[in-house]
């Protein structure tokens, strides 16, 4: 199954900065989920995209889908530690394989 | 709802014994997911069931590794012998065809 590609691997921001992680796909998705791991956790879903350009909020966080349903971004608005962790994406096709992750990790 | 529930939580062994890593999926969920996470390597996909019958297996590292789902309610991973390569945390997770996932706490396993 085709992988999606997610960048950065690793990310350290300030408390308070804002924080984007990326998936990108050389085909088109059918639709896009986003996971989140805490440190020492399991993956956790947070939200599925389905529709070309949708965009959904979580509070601080916001999750889109490009246009040509081949990239989709996850935006942390003014970081906290509590969202310290890995941030999956994943296709859910059903030989559902995740991106690589961003660890993000927030210094108080 | 129990979640998927994962046994032992922790295994430590010597290399070369076998080892076996159970799953129990959520009642009703017709995927079943193993996967295998490192630092190296990150979030690795082994194998996955529908309806108890392994679809992909082409994660799976080498021949040391097997799953079965003998039913609805029960997968597990063997490692024959292991290796201490195979030190790593191993996931299941289950989930209904287009849902998200539901994974397990994990098998943190150490080969000595």
């Known amino acids: 199954g085709q992988q999606v590609m997610q960048i950065p691997q690793y990310q350290h921001v300030q408390e308070g900065e804002d924080f984007t992680t990326y998936c990108n796909s050389s085909t088109t998705l059918s639709n896009i989920q986003w996971y989140k791991q805490r440190p020492g956790g399991h993956p956790v879903f947070l939200i599925q995209l389905v529709k070309s350009g949708e965009v959904k909020k979580q509070k601080r966080l916001t999750f889109q889908f490009g246009e040509a349903k081949k990239n989709s971004s996850l935006h942390i608005t003014a970081t906290q530690t509590t969202d310290v962790g890995t941030y999956f994406c994943?296709?859910?096709?059903?030989?559902?394989?995740f991106g690589a992750g961003t660890r993000l990790t927030v210094k108080p | 709802d129990a979640g998927v529930i994962q046994s032992p939580r922790h295994e430590v062994t010597e290399m070369g014994q076998e080892v076996t890593l159970r799953c129990k999926p959520i009642s009703g969920h017709d995927y079943l997911f193993w996967y295998r996470q490192t630092m190296m390597r990150g979030l690795e996909l082994l194998i996955y069931f529908n309806n108890n019958v392994p679809i992909d297996d082409s994660g799976m590292p080498e021949d040391r590794f097997s799953a079965k789902m003998p039913n609805a309610s029960f997968s597990t991973l063997k490692i024959q012998p292991s290796e201490p390569r195979d030190s790593a945390v191993y996931f299941c997770a289950s989930h209904f065809s287009g849902q998200p996932q539901h994974f397990g706490d994990g098998t943190r396993l150490s080969i000595l």
């Open positions: 994943a296709e859910p096709n059903n030989d559902m394989r």
